[in-house]
């Protein structure tokens, strides 16, 4: 096994621009035509990305899974998944407002008889253009009757989400059942379960570009109210924590039971080699690099996505000429929390509450109990809530 590196499979969603071409200049995607997302990393269905490097070119990541099971992904994640590959990874570019939706829980995909597995998700803003915002999270206050009602009123964003401001380089981790929608003006990379589940009470333009039917829009309200999540957090992007390594600067962006996204930065040559038995995904967002391992080279630029099969050893060389000659990379894998995140941070003096940081806030935060620390650290209190919704006015409304 060697680096390998995609083609992405591209996705015309009606919220789609040019920034692919424009920002990321990727190759394989057209010019003149508005695209979503590129799916970089994928095995869901039909929906495959495929080589493009070495001997392995043109095969599907599907038809690799089928070959090498455990030898590409390792065999840890290949006794907890077996066949299924459980990430997709893509890039997002959002010219035009998302629809407002949510995902469901594992738990709420298999209980309403869905073919796809729940879908928890995080994005990490490559940029975001001034003025650029996001909806994220249920808004103060929220309850069903509330959500209902909103959908029933046409005030299906501001009147569920919390509308907050983007930043490049902020993560946000949208666990299943967390209403979400990106706004425009984002150029996002996306981590997920492999799954494509979910509902939206605001299509945006879906029915109409024959992306979903008008009968199958019209159940997914009911069914977002059922799946949603009513809490309230602090704040809505995580807080990553940085490490250095040599000359590899190392930043926590997010952690869960599904996976963890870094960002990596170094101006010169490093080795990599994950400890763990298990696959890595690295997708360039600045500069260039040289990747080598297995007796192949392949050379990435921004845009690119390669998939590290297990136990491989590389050596990343960035390229002079791009940012000084550093390269930024965001790093993908399936964790075990304890040992990958946990306890690498505590050995370096981290406190409990900067580490549950990477998790965000409320139910879908997986590193809380492995912190000893309480579920609601990072919601809203009652008082709290009462304060602001008493500084707004009175009326939730307004707390957007």
Sequence with gaps: MYPLKFHPFLKFYPYGGTRFVDVLEKDGVPRHVDVAETWEVADHGEEQS???NGPLAGRTLGSLLEEFGAGLVGEEIHARYGSYFPLLIKFLDCDKRLPAHLHPSDEDAARIGLTDRGKTEAWYIVRADPGAMAFSGAKLGLAPHDFEAAIRERNPY????????????DTYFVPAGRPHALDAGNLAFEVQQNSDAGFA??????????????QEAAQHPALAVQ??????GIQEATMPVTIEEGPLKRTFCCACKYFVLENLRALEPI???????????????????TIRGG????????????LIPAGLPIEIVPQSGTNAGEVEILRCYVPDLQRDVVQVLADRNFSPRAIAGLGSYGAGNDLLPLLGLRSDTFLLTEAAQAQAIQAAGGSRDETT
């Design 201 to 214: 009470w605001e299509w945006a333009g879906f029915v109409e570009a024959g992306v979903i039917t008008a």
């Design 50 to 52: 495929a080589v493009a």
């Design 158 to 169: 501001a009147g569920v989400m919390n509308h907050i401001q983007t930043t490049t380089g």
């Design 271 to 289: 080795q990599f080699q994950d400890a763990a038995p298990r696959f890595n995904t690295l997708s360039i967002i600045n500069g260039a690099a």
């Design 227 to 232: 799946c949603a999540l009513y809490e309230t």
């Design 295 to 306: 007796g192949e080279e392949v050379f990435a630029r921004r845009g690119d996505s390669l």
